[in-house]
């Protein structure tokens, strides 16, 4: 390789010159090899990075789908007093998304896991993570005093792998149900006849008068006290009563009747009695302290 370099001519410095401008010779054949030299690295480097980009692309893929597991979500309707919906997953990750479309409130649990969702009232909706599970039966319920045992329990069946779920029915697509309607009544009426549960005590009985006067008065007595109320199997609390039973009792009169109530309270607080659309003496209508 040869560098021509040009000599100052004498007299004042010439300007300075850009670098750019110096000028290289190179012989042919070595011009030639430094290119294919070039065109070598070029392509060796252009492979290696192609190979590299695969190689994460596919590592990032493997990784990605070997650690899914599956996740469902099921919707069940609670309401007077049933579970409904189609409670069938894969194995995996399960939530319940529970709508209470009855008049009071409801919740859900799940035995096997001891988990009890928070109480939900008429008209919301509330949701129950349960986390992984593993194919078999759970039960399902809810633990309302006295829910359960109207109806409200059913399962929740979790597959295995390669089993698949039932397939739905054409009629509203609950899985599983192949009922007619003459057996749907009877299943409903047996809910509702478990209900309320065999416990002590029956409320609001017709109260029959004390005595009956010359003049046709009929006279009532009504006891205020606290007593032991059994409101589920084994499981009392202390109900402040008329005559010891919740409901109070009934009076059932004829128009016309003239009545007579004697109050005895064996509350520890003040008590009264508010006559409803009954028309009464200002001093005897039982709103304290305004009567």
């Given at each position: 390789?040869?560098?021509i370099?040009e000599q100052?001519?004498?007299?004042?410095a010439?300007?300075?010159r850009r670098?750019s401008s110096v000028?290289v010779?190179m012989?042919?054949?070595?011009?030639?090899?430094t290119?294919w030299?070039?065109?070598?690295?070029?392509?060796a480097m252009?492979?290696?990075?192609?190979?590299?980009?695969?190689?994460?692309?596919?590592?990032?893929s493997?990784s990605d789908?070997?650690s899914s597991?599956?996740?469902?979500?099921?919707?069940?309707?609670?309401?007077e007093f049933?579970?409904d919906?189609?409670l069938?997953?894969?194995?995996?990750?399960?939530?319940?998304?529970m709508?209470?479309t009855g008049?009071?409130?409801?919740?859900?649990?799940v035995?096997?896991?001891?988990v009890i969702?928070?109480?939900?009232?008429?008209?919301g909706t509330v949701q129950?993570?349960?986390?992984?599970l593993?194919?078999g039966?759970?039960?399902?319920?809810?633990?309302i005093?006295?829910?359960?045992?109207?109806?409200?329990?059913?399962?929740l069946?979790?597959?295995?792998?390669?089993?698949?779920?039932?397939?739905?029915?054409a009629?509203?697509?609950h899985g599983?149900i192949?009922?007619?309607?003459?057996?749907?009544?009877?299943?409903m009426?047996?809910?509702?006849?478990?209900?309320?549960a065999?416990?002590?005590?029956?409320?609001n009985?017709i109260?029959e008068?004390?005595e009956?006067?010359p003049d046709?008065t009929?006279?009532f007595?009504?006891?205020?006290e606290i007593?032991?109320?059994?409101?589920?199997?084994?499981?009392f609390?202390e109900a402040w009563?008329y005559n010891?039973?919740v409901?109070?009792?009934?009076?059932v009169?004829d128009?016309g009747?003239?009545?007579e109530v004697?109050?005895?309270n064996n509350l520890?607080?003040?008590t009264d009695?508010?006559?409803?659309?009954?028309?009464?003496?200002n001093d005897?209508?039982?709103?304290?302290?305004?009567?």
């Amino acid at each position: 390789m040869t560098i021509i370099d040009e000599q100052p001519v004498s007299g004042p410095a010439p300007a300075p010159r850009r670098p750019s401008s110096v000028p290289v010779r190179m012989e042919k054949g070595e011009t030639l090899g430094t290119a294919w030299i070039l065109a070598f690295v070029l392509g060796a480097m252009a492979i290696g990075m192609i190979g590299f980009v695969s190689l994460i692309i596919f590592a990032s893929s493997t990784s990605d789908s070997g650690s899914s597991v599956p996740q469902t979500t099921l919707e069940v309707n609670l309401r007077e007093f049933s579970i409904d919906g189609d409670l069938v997953a894969p194995a995996g990750e399960v939530t319940l998304v529970m709508e209470n479309t009855g008049s009071m409130d409801h919740n859900l649990g799940v035995r096997e896991l001891g988990v009890i969702s928070p109480n939900v009232g008429p008209g919301g909706t509330v949701q129950l993570a349960l986390g992984e599970l593993a194919p078999g039966t759970y039960e399902v319920f809810c633990s309302i005093a006295g829910h359960e045992a109207s109806g409200m329990v059913t399962s929740l069946t979790v597959t295995g792998e390669g089993e698949g779920t039932p397939a739905a029915s054409a009629a509203g697509g609950h899985g599983g149900i192949d009922m007619d309607f003459a057996a749907m009544d009877a299943a409903m009426m047996e809910s509702m006849l478990a209900f309320p549960a065999e416990t002590e005590g029956k409320g609001n009985p017709i109260l029959e008068p004390t005595e009956v006067r010359p003049d046709g008065t009929k006279v009532f007595d009504l006891t205020a006290e606290i007593v032991d109320w059994e409101v589920e199997p084994g499981k009392f609390v202390e109900a402040w009563t008329y005559n010891g039973v919740v409901p109070a009792p009934q009076i059932v009169l004829d128009r016309g009747d003239d009545i007579e109530v004697r109050v005895v309270n064996n509350l520890p607080l003040g008590t009264d009695i508010h006559w409803h659309g009954v028309h009464t003496p200002n001093d005897q209508d039982g709103v304290a302290p305004y009567t």
